[in-house]
């Protein structure tokens, strides 16, 4: 799924849109006792209560797509009889009716979801019937001809709320406020089928996690049956790693800062795009070529990538490329400029030494107080 197609499930998650039929739950304790369950009809609730969900649903759709929002693949085999696949699609088929099929999801996500607190389990199943599109782009909600019909999970802590005091209308005073256990937004979730190309895909799924450096590997692979790619930070370290091992100890500044560049001006030019940019081994090697990487570095390249990220495996420009700042740094000194002006900074021999360069005006700004600069000339 893209930012596009997210976005679209989101705008369903208001009273005027909803298409949500039906809303499940299970209250787990530290122990991973189920406390009490939730099972309603979701139009039946007060219009509070309504409000208060949506804003959970919509955060377990929140994040970018690619570090937070991860669109994973059915492996064939979980599409067999017993496979994970097959469950969550009979689940979703129940349309949440079915008392047995509930328990038994509840307890396979009690059995590998790792949290030592108390949570929430929340499961809806929604049927939204998809309106057509003109050529211009524009929705035609009498040209419907398909209806997405799909599950939402969303695995919410429950903490107790902070000590503190309340003031008492009645009595005029105040008192120590009686502490009680919240609801919080959701740490993990997933959303079942994908909705890719605006249409039902029931081969893929979008996990939600919370923590983009701390993704569930048990919870992803016994649950749901799919294998984690790489997080956000470990691309990032397995891209900074594999420039490292390609260059060698001849990793020089302009090359590395070449590579940058190159790779800001790709996520740039990809800026409007709702698909995330994706790199694989032959665009990441493209990408060294162009930033003047002699040929005999890259000779061992493809083995280096492999060993790194995987044969198969691609990394999302918007996980290795830093879009806020270009950062140069000494054992002494840090230096940030934003990745627009990368080409302020440069490197000189002066005086027989090594040094970083900037480029500046007659006006800087040293620890908030605006002062000229005086340049000392040799």
């Known amino acids: 799924m893209n930012k596009k197609e997210v976005a679209e499930i989101k705008k369903q998650f208001t009273p005027s849109n909803c298409a949500i039929t039906r809303i499940c739950g299970c209250y787990v304790d530290g122990e991973k006792e189920k406390k009490t369950r939730i099972k309603e009809a979701f139009l039946s609730l007060p219009e509070e209560e309504m409000f208060k969900y949506f804003d959970i649903f919509r955060k377990c759709l929140s994040g970018t797509v690619g570090k937070n929002l991860l669109n994973m693949e059915f492996p064939l085999e979980t599409e067999a009889e017993g496979g994970t696949q097959e469950f969550l699609l009979k689940l979703r088929d129940s349309r949440l009716t079915d008392d047995k099929m509930l328990e038994e999801f509840y307890d396979k996500v009690i059995a590998c979801y790792d949290y030592a607190e108390n949570y929430l389990i929340l499961l809806i199943h929604a049927a939204y019937d998809i309106p057509g599109k003109s050529s211009d782009g524009s929705e035609m909600f009498d040209a419907s001809d398909e209806v997405y019909d799909y599950v939402l999970c969303s695995i ?222 040799a």
């Not at 502490?179 to 993990?188: F, S």
């Not at 990487?293 to 490329?321: R, T």
Request: glycine residues 4%.
């Open 156 to 377: 919410c802590p429950v903490k107790l709320s902070k000590p503190g005091l309340s003031y008492h209308a009645e009595e005029n005073s105040f008192h120590e406020r009686t502490r009680d256990w919240v609801v919080e937004l959701p740490a993990d979730g997933f959303l079942f089928p994908a909705f890719n190309d605006r249409s039902t895909d029931i081969h893929s799924l979008l996990y939600y996690s919370k923590n983009a450096k701390e993704l569930r590997e048990d919870f992803v692979r016994d649950l749901l049956g799919c294998t984690l790619p790489l997080p956000a930070p470990a691309q990032k370290e397995t891209f900074n790693l594999l420039v490292e091992e390609t260059l060698g100890e001849e990793c020089s500044y302009e090359t590395v800062k070449n590579i940058h560049e190159n790779l800001h001006e790709l996520v740039q030019q990809n800026a409007e795009n709702p698909e995330p940019l994706t790199l694989d081994k032959a665009e990441v090697k493209y990408l060294f070529e162009k930033s003047g990487v002699e040929e005999e570095k890259l000779e061992d390249f493809d083995a280096y990538f492999e060993a790194a990220a995987g044969e198969k495996s691609g990394l999302l420009a918007s996980n290795i490329a830093d879009t806020r700042k270009f950062e140069i740094k000494t054992p002494e000194v840090s230096i940030q400029v934003s990745p627009d002006y990368m080409d302020l900074v440069e490197t000189r021999i002066i005086d027989g030494r090594k040094c970083i360069v900037i480029g500046v005006d007659d006006q800087v700004e040293i620890n908030g107080i605006s002062a000229k600069t005086v340049l000392n000339q």
